[in-house]
């Protein structure tokens, strides 16, 4: 079992949440249960899932729930770029939050290399 408050990641990852909550509060309302809701839970996916591999019994649990995590992370990805190719909100303003999730793909590939 891993300590999930001294994993990077698992913060970076909380960061990442934190920031979609203050994005999607932009988009119009008749997304509430459309993409906002979808991006919302995607991002909260992500921490979730390090945060429950931590707390298996086996680096090989752990590096599945990993797994999903990315997973979540480039689903994120693909649900932000659609926000502005459909001109919802601007590519500057979604620009870094897809960063955010580039670095966590890449933080979440090493530490699995490192279970």
């Avoid at 992370?73 to 932000?80: A, D, V």
């Avoid at 909100?89 to 580039?102: A, G, L, N, T």
Wanted: charged fraction near 25%; proline fraction near 3%.
């Amino acid at each position: 079992m891993h300590k999930v408050e001294g994993l990077k990641i698992w913060r970076k990852a909380m960061d990442l949440t934190k920031s979609i909550y203050q994005l999607v509060t932009e988009l119009p309302s008749d997304e509430k249960y459309g993409l906002k809701s979808q991006i919302k839970r995607c991002s909260i996916s992500i921490p979730s899932n390090i945060s429950e591999g931590a707390g298996r019994n086996s680096n090989k649990e752990f590096k599945h729930f990993l797994s999903i995590a990315n997973g979540s992370t480039y689903e994120l990805q693909t649900q932000l770029i659609l926000l502005w190719e459909l001109n919802i909100i601007s590519k500057e303003k979604v620009q870094p939050i897809i960063e955010q999730c580039i670095e966590i793909q890449k933080m979440n590939y090493s530490f699995q290399k490192t279970l």
